[in-house]
């Protein structure tokens, strides 16, 4: 019951959160540099939010935040429909995990999977769209603070998420 709440916890925190995340515009103190470990990146997401890190850590011209901004925020949009699917299927994990059929996993992790190829063919077509608004350098940057904000929520997740018995 105990891991049933906590996971419950994390994906209301981090999947819920997600939109909220890249809403907020406050300053984010840390450099790019700073960034490097999967603590700091956990913190500064929850004390200044995602848009903020991500301001801070691009750099732009105003005619590079001009044409940034838009893909940013349809991605945004986009990423969070794909995560609330993911959550769903996690949902639907934790509520079934003690009288778990195999049938039923078979179904949870079909779900997921369908879900992280929808949320990597997203990623190449936002990739495509950042390269024609920006510098080559800039987008890859975008795509690496992406993968780390990504890649910390997943941890957090799968390291409170029981395996299938």
């Given at each position: 019951?105990?891991?049933?709440?906590?996971?419950?916890?994390?994906?209301?925190?981090?999947?819920?959160?997600?939109?909220?995340?890249?809403?907020?515009?406050?300053?984010?103190?840390s450099a790019a540099a700073e960034m490097g470990t999967a603590d700091t990146v956990r913190q500064a997401l929850r004390s200044d939010g995602k848009r903020a890190l991500v301001e801070k850590n691009m750099e732009l011209t105003p005619a590079e935040a001009k044409k940034f901004w838009?893909?940013?925020?349809?991605?945004?949009?986009?990423?969070?429909?794909?995560?609330?699917?993911?959550?769903?299927?996690?949902?639907?994990?934790?509520?079934?995990?003690?009288?778990?059929?195999?049938?039923?996993?078979?179904?949870?992790?079909?779900?997921?999977?369908?879900?992280?190829?929808?949320?990597?063919?997203?990623?190449?077509?936002?990739?495509?769209?950042?390269?024609?608004?920006?510098?080559?350098?800039?987008?890859?940057?975008?795509?690496?603070?992406?993968?780390?904000?990504?890649?910390?929520?997943?941890?957090?997740?799968?390291?409170?998420?029981?395996?299938?018995?």
């Open positions: 019951m105990r891991i049933e709440t906590t996971a419950a916890a994390l994906l209301l925190a981090f999947g819920a959160a997600a939109p909220a995340y890249a809403q907020q515009a406050a300053a984010a103190p838009p893909v940013y925020d349809q991605y945004q949009k986009d990423l969070d429909r794909i995560l609330r699917r993911q959550n769903r299927a996690m949902n639907d994990y934790i509520a079934a995990e003690s009288s778990m059929t195999d049938a039923n996993a078979k179904r949870l992790a079909s779900d997921l999977v369908a879900a992280d190829g929808e949320e990597q063919r997203l990623r190449e077509a936002t990739l495509k769209k950042l390269l024609k608004a920006l510098p080559g350098r800039k987008a890859a940057r975008y795509m690496q603070l992406e993968n780390k904000f990504r890649s910390v929520i997943r941890y957090d997740i799968a390291d409170h998420i029981p395996l299938v018995r």
